[in-house]
C-alpha cells in the first residue's frame, strides 16, 4: 500500500513539475518568433485611421525652427525632433513627438509636410511588448507596424504582413536572419 502512494506521488509530482515550469516562464516573459510576432501585432490592429484628427497636423508651421533644433542638436521646449530616413533614403525629415501628445509621432518632409504618423494609444511606459502603427496622413490607411518586445528588440512588419525587418539592438535582420540594415540613435530623449 505504500508503494503504491509512494508511486501515485511521484506521478504526480511529475506531471505537476512541467506546468509549474511553463508557469514560470510565461510570468517572467514572452518569447516570439516571426509567426507568433505577426499574428500579435496586427490583433486589434486599426487598419485605418480617422485623418481628420491629422489635419492640424498636415504642415509644420515650426519647419524652419525644427530643422535648426536637428542641425544644432538642442531639443526645443514642450517637442522632441529627431532625423528620420523613410523608403531606403527616398524620403528624409524629422520626427516630432510632442509632450502633449506622446502618443503621436509625426514624420515631416525636409519641406515640412507630413508624411506619416505613428499612433501608439494603448502602450504603458516602460511595458512590453506594444505596437505601433504608422499611418498615412492623406489616407488614413496603415502604412506598417512595429511591435516592441523589449527596449532592445523589434519587429517591423508591412501593412500586409511581410516581415521588413526583426531589430536586435542595432541591427535589423530578415526573416532568414541575415543583417539587412543599422540604425542608431543620436543623444538621449529629454526625461
Same mark, same amino acid.
Given at each position: 500500500?505504500?508503494?503504491?502512494?509512494?508511486f501515485v506521488l511521484i506521478i504526480c509530482l511529475? /506531471?505537476?513539475?512541467?506546468?509549474?515550469?511553463?508557469?514560470?516562464?510565461?510570468?517572467?516573459?514572452?518569447?516570439?518568433?516571426?509567426?507568433?510576432?505577426?499574428?500579435?501585432?496586427?490583433?486589434?490592429?486599426?487598419?485605418?485611421?480617422?485623418?481628420?484628427?491629422?489635419?492640424?497636423?498636415?504642415?509644420?508651421?515650426?519647419?524652419?525652427?525644427?530643422?535648426?533644433?536637428?542641425?544644432?542638436?538642442?531639443?526645443?521646449?514642450?517637442?522632441?525632433?529627431?532625423?528620420?530616413?523613410?523608403?531606403?533614403?527616398?524620403?528624409?525629415?524629422?520626427?516630432?513627438?510632442?509632450?502633449?501628445?506622446?502618443?503621436?509621432?509625426?514624420?515631416?518632409?525636409?519641406?515640412?509636410?507630413?508624411?506619416?504618423?505613428?499612433?501608439?494609444?494603448?502602450?504603458?511606459?516602460?511595458?512590453?511588448?506594444?505596437?505601433?502603427g504608422k499611418y498615412n496622413p492623406v489616407t488614413?490607411?496603415?502604412?506598417?507596424?512595429?511591435?516592441?518586445?523589449?527596449?532592445?528588440?523589434?519587429?517591423? /512588419?508591412?501593412?500586409?504582413?511581410?516581415?521588413?525587418?526583426?531589430?536586435?539592438?542595432?541591427?535589423?535582420?530578415?526573416?532568414?536572419?541575415?543583417?539587412?540594415?543599422?540604425?542608431?540613435?543620436?543623444?538621449?530623449?529629454?526625461?
Open positions: 500500500m505504500i508503494k503504491k502512494i509512494f511529475a /506531471f505537476s513539475l512541467p506546468v509549474l515550469a511553463q508557469q514560470t516562464v510565461l510570468q517572467g516573459s514572452v518569447m516570439y518568433n516571426v509567426e507568433s510576432a505577426r499574428k500579435y501585432a496586427f490583433d486589434g490592429l486599426d487598419l485605418k485611421i480617422d485623418k481628420s484628427i491629422l489635419k492640424p497636423y498636415l504642415y509644420d508651421e515650426n519647419n524652419e525652427e525644427n530643422k535648426e533644433a536637428l542641425k544644432t542638436k538642442k531639443q526645443i521646449k514642450g517637442r522632441y525632433v529627431m532625423s528620420f530616413s523613410l523608403a531606403k533614403g527616398f524620403v528624409n525629415g524629422y520626427v516630432i513627438v510632442y509632450e502633449d501628445k506622446p502618443q503621436y509621432a509625426f514624420y515631416y518632409s525636409s519641406g515640412g509636410y507630413l508624411v506619416a504618423v505613428d499612433i501608439d494609444n494603448k502602450s504603458q511606459e516602460g511595458v512590453y511588448p506594444y505596437k505601433i488614413g490607411n496603415l502604412i506598417s507596424i512595429g511591435l516592441y518586445i523589449s527596449e532592445d528588440e523589434q519587429y517591423a /512588419f508591412s501593412k500586409n504582413g511581410k516581415l521588413k525587418a526583426h531589430w536586435v539592438g542595432d541591427t535589423g535582420y530578415n526573416a532568414k536572419g541575415k543583417p539587412i540594415a543599422k540604425r542608431s540613435v543620436v543623444g538621449q530623449i529629454p526625461e
